[in-house]
């Protein structure tokens, strides 16, 4: 990872996308204004030397007995979350949950949540470190292996009797999904089920973060009886709880959902998608961030929400491949007080963006 002028073994919350499939989804990081005027935050200037940033984690207590991820999100409101790990002891939930961030800094944020609430409770927000959340890991897995010895089927979560007399109109809901999952995860979770290209939506909230949560249209209501048997099963290390849905959930879905998840591109192309931006960034600020290079106002496309609030996110094209990657140099400089990230990306990727930027 480029960190302050080098590349460093940076130990921020990114790498745990290959030690747990919980990472957020590369192609999709929304920054906007948070709701309330009593989250705001100024980070000092950072200066590092020779020593890499903490490792981003706090740990949450008090949360309801009923409390998911989406909760979690939505109370973090504007951080870059890369995992949630919910503690559990003696097989039943502690009220409490690891929250692993995009970047050290934003650990100042979270920490301003302290004693604010998620439904009625006001839950307790504390930093934590790197040792206590893979202690927290190695527990889960720990009872999962205690649970699969017991019995040849998974146990976790246990199933609701609820759903076998629910009605079904042949749509199913999905909780739990990986932040990172496509909709090739999905087919491949109902192999041997017929899927049509526009069948699967992916939830996501107010920012344009996906929220873990999906909706499936079968061909039939058999076949979302019979797709129902997953229910408990896996993506990855996550377990997927499966729910009967209503044609009106449905079409909900197709209206504020999305068809697919992008994923970062395999090729490089003259697109470089920039993260991070001050809200009130504009099309000036970014082109005296590349000042270097020959750009155009028209070159330069800020995305916005459905509220016409910044995303703290930009496309930008640039004029040849030589271009682009040259530009990549300039991941993590700032732009006022932001640390800006920069990726690769696709025309493909910015076309919806693009329909919403100004």
Not at 75 to 92: M, P
Not at 103 to 128: C, D, H, P
Not at 328 to 353: C, H, N, Q, V, W
Request: proline fraction near 5%; glycine fraction near 8%; include cysteine.
């Amino acid at each position: 990872m480029f960190f302050r002028g080098k590349y460093v073994d940076a130990g921020e919350g990114r790498e745990m996308g290959l030690k747990r499939q919980r990472v957020m989804d590369q192609g999709s990081s929304y920054y906007s204004t948070p709701p309330a005027s009593n989250f705001i935050y100024n980070p000092p200037a950072y200066s590092y030397v020779n020593q890499p940033p903490s490792f981003p984690v706090v740990r949450l207590r008090g949360l309801p007995f009923d409390c998911s991820e989406t909760d979690i999100i939505e109370f973090f409101h504007g951080l870059d979350i890369v995992d949630i790990l919910f503690v559990h002891k003696h097989g039943k939930f502690a009220g409490e949950a690891f929250c692993v961030l995009g970047y050290t800094f934003q650990v100042e944020y979270a920490l301003q949540k302290n004693r604010q609430n998620i439904g009625k409770r006001y839950v307790e927000v504390f930093r934590s470190n790197r040792q206590e959340y893979y202690k927290g890991i190695c527990n889960v897995v720990s009872d999962s292996r205690v649970a699969r010895s017991r019995s040849p089927r998974r146990s976790l979560p246990k199933r609701d009797p609820t759903k076998d007399d629910a009605q079904h109109t042949g749509v199913i809901r999905l909780r739990g999904l990986p932040f990172t999952a496509n909709r090739d995860d999905i087919v491949d979770f109902f192999k041997g089920f017929v899927l049509l290209e526009d069948s699967i939506y992916f939830m996501v909230n107010s920012e344009g973060k996906v929220t873990g949560e999906a909706y499936v249209k079968f061909e039939s209501t058999e076949d979302s009886k019979a797709a129902m048997m997953e229910d408990g099963t896996c993506i990855g290390n996550r377990y997927i709880e499966l729910f009967p849905s209503s044609l009106e959930e449905w079409e909900e879905a197709v209206t504020k959902g999305r068809a697919n998840v992008p994923k970062p591109p395999e090729e490089d192309t003259t697109v470089l998608r920039m993260r991070g931006l001050p809200y009130s960034a504009g099309k000036d600020d970014v082109l005296d961030f590349f000042k270097e290079f020959a750009l155009s106002e028209d070159s330069i496309h800020i995305s916005y929400n459905s509220e016409g609030r910044s995303t703290g996110e930009a496309f930008v094209e640039f004029a040849n491949l030589d271009d682009s990657k040259a530009a990549l140099a300039k991941d993590r400089m700032t732009l006022g007080s932001r640390y800006i990230e920069l990726f690769m990306s696709s025309p493909e990727e910015m076309r919806d963006p693009v329909l919403r930027g100004r």
